[in-house]
């Protein structure tokens, strides 16, 4: 099965700064690439997404790259602001764009 | 805006016990999901189901899981004896062709 690593583990930034975090994945049939926020008691949200047939997609202050012949993906935040600050996962999907294998998160922590 | 929402918030059940937790995933949504999250660990699939079958499961999702959809809204997970180590949080989801829209998740405690 798919196979996803997630780094790093815990992300400390000032506010203002960037926040970048990495995904490797192992099945190269992965073709669709989700990011989740998740905060403290809620269920993960989809923030941003991208398909193989891209390599960089941005939504406002948040960005993903993909590079698929190293099978990696990060997500970049720039201008981060306090409340950017939670758990983020990486998720590679099989051909079943909802169905995920998740990394492990990352908590990101974005100091005023 | 649309979205998943999951009842009971919070279960507290003795081992042993048969719990059903329910969804009600987004209205033009064809898939829907579980997941579980233990405590500070990450989000493990369950399960997926499609056109009124299970499409995919788990290692996780053994014969004491069952999923349903009685009727065109509703959407059960059923452990028919619960463990100590089921406890953790159940999460819904559903989608189209892009990634899954979660619930808040139900809290279930097995004691």
């Known amino acids: 099965g798919e196979n996803v690593e997630q780094h790093p583990s815990t992300l400390s930034v000032q506010e203002g700064d960037s926040a970048v975090i990495k995904c490797t994945y192992s099945?190269?049939?992965?073709?669709?690439f989700p990011w989740y926020k998740q905060e403290l008691g809620k269920g993960p949200q989809l923030i941003i997404d991208?398909?193989?047939?891209?390599g960089e997609k941005k939504d406002q202050r948040i960005a993903v790259t993909l590079n698929k012949t190293a099978k990696h993906f990060s997500l970049h935040i720039t201008e981060t602001q306090p409340e950017d600050s939670a758990v983020y996962f990486c998720?590679?999907?099989?051909?079943?764009?909802?169905?995920?294998?998740f990394g492990d998160g990352t908590t990101l922590t974005v100091k005023p | 805006e649309p979205e998943v929402t999951q009842t009971p918030s919070h279960q507290v059940t003795q081992m042993g016990q048969e719990v059903i937790l329910r969804c009600v995933p987004i209205?033009?949504?064809?898939?829907f999901y579980w997941y579980r999250q233990i405590l500070g660990q990450k989000v493990e699939f369950l399960v997926s189901?499609?056109?009124?079958?299970?499409?995919?499961k788990s290692e996780i999702f053994d014969d004491q899981f069952s999923v349903e959809r009685p009727d065109g809204s509703n959407f059960t997970l059923k452990i028919r004896s619960t463990k100590l180590e089921d406890s953790a949080m159940y999460f819904c989801?559903?989608?189209?062709?892009?990634?899954?829209?979660f619930g808040q998740g139900t809290r279930l405690t097995v004691v």
């Open positions: 991208i398909r193989s047939n891209v």
């Open positions: 209205s033009n949504h064809l898939y």
């Open positions: 099945d190269s049939a992965s073709n669709y």
């Open positions: 989801a559903s989608s189209t062709d892009r990634g899954a829209f």
């Open positions: 998720a590679a999907p099989g051909l079943d764009a909802g169905k995920s294998t």
């Open positions: 189901f499609y056109n009124n079958e299970i499409s995919e």
